[in-house]
T-cell receptor, first 110, second 111 residues
């Protein structure tokens, strides 16, 4: 079992929809959880990070951590075609290395 | 402030050739790393460095060498290229809040 699991998609939704992207992880000791966005032929860039559990909101984006279920989510409200990208979850392990999900390709249809 | 820069952007090698992928950052970050990204496999760590003179292996180090003589530069050397090394390579540096800043990537094809 991989330490971080993420459905690769693609996930295709109409413009304006609420998008839910998810990852599961195996080690209950993990504390730092991150979401990166990667546009085609570009490097990943940090979108949001959360420490421990709970929600964090930034504009149309909300990151949620459920430590009891070992489940992290990224919600995008009022999705736009410009949100079309691959979204990668990443978790900081005890050696301060990032463990990456495989990435979910998101397509927002106009 | 250029962030993380990588050269070249594209490269085609023949099996057995060697080459060096260059990476530089101007943010004075101690931690730098190299990843490869293959379809469906996410980012896999090749080598990393926590400061000048210190390097360590990641998940997939075989066939690659690194060195870190300065804080700014972290080159990745392919010793004898193989088709299995066809990939997109990203260099990254890490800031104080564990955020990783990525370069634009190098697309390598080995024939």
């Amino acid at each position: 079992q991989k330490e971080v699991e993420q459905d690769p998609g693609p996930l295709s939704v109409p413009e304006g929809a609420i998008v839910s992207l998810n990852c599961t992880y195996s080690n209950s000791a993990f504390q730092y959880f991150m979401w990166y966005r990667q546009y085609s032929r570009k490097g990943p860039e940090l979108l949001m990070y959360t420490y421990s559990s709970g929600n964090k909101e930034d504009g149309r984006f909300t990151a949620q951590v459920d430590k009891s279920s070992k489940y992290i989510s990224l919600f995008i409200r009022d999705s736009q075609p410009s949100d079309s990208a691959t979204y990668l979850c990443a978790i900081l392990d005890s050696n301060y290395q990032l463990i990456w999900g495989a990435g979910t390709k998101l397509i927002i249809k106009p | 402030n250029a962030g993380v820069t990588q050269t070249p952007k594209f490269q085609v090698l023949k099996t057995g050739q060697s080459m060096t992928l260059q990476c530089a950052q101007d943010m004075n970050h101690e931690y730098m790393s190299w990843y490869r990204q293959d379809p469906g496999m996410g980012l896999r760590l090749i080598h990393y460095s926590v400061g000048a003179g210190i390097t360590d292996q990641g998940e997939v180090p075989n066939g690659y060498n690194v060195s870190r003589s300065t804080t700014e530069d972290f080159p990745l050397r392919l010793l004898s290229a193989a088709p299995s090394q066809t990939s997109v390579y990203f260099c990254a540096s890490m800031g104080g809040s564990y955020e990783q800043y990525f370069g634009p990537g190098t697309r390598l094809t080995v024939t």
